[in-house]
């Protein structure tokens, strides 16, 4: 397993821009899919993104497509979610996500490490 720690949550307006930073501890975080997962009050955490362990692959949640991104620099143990256009709808606590499957699941089971969240709220 790895440790995950999330950092760049906060409150936006609609329409503005944030940037996640999910930092992992370990020597492996090169062999790790990652992902990023959100829970709003009352609701099912959700998947929003995964990026493959080369960055080779990535895979979205419709609701986020063409306004997120997702990317990851294995030199510095760091994957990112860039969020642009944001809406209120996007208020959630984002949290990253690892496990050693190919590729990036949506299955909250399927993965094995998770950091404590970062809350981003945006604001309409």
């Known amino acids: 397993q790895v440790q995950l720690v999330e950092s760049g949550g906060g409150l936006v307006q609609a329409g503005g821009s944030l940037r996640l930073s999910c930092a992992a501890s370990?020597?492996?975080?090169?062999?790790?899919?990652m992902a990023w997962f959100r829970q709003a009050p009352g609701k099912e955490r959700e998947f929003v993104a995964g990026?493959?362990?080369?960055?080779?692959?990535?895979r979205y949640a419709d609701s986020v497509k063409g306004r997120f991104t997702i990317s990851r620099d294995n030199g510095k143990n760091t994957v990112y979610l860039q969020m642009n256009s944001l809406k209120p709808e996007d208020t959630a606590v984002y949290s990253c996500?690892?496990?050693?499957?190919?590729?990036?699941?949506?299955?909250?089971?399927?993965?094995?490490?998770w950091g404590q969240g970062t809350q981003v709220t945006v604001s309409s």
């Open positions: 370990g020597r492996f975080f090169s062999s790790y899919t």
């Open positions: 996500a690892a496990h050693l499957r190919p590729m990036p699941t949506v299955v909250v089971s399927d993965y094995d490490s």
């Open positions: 990026i493959s362990w080369s960055g080779g692959s990535t």
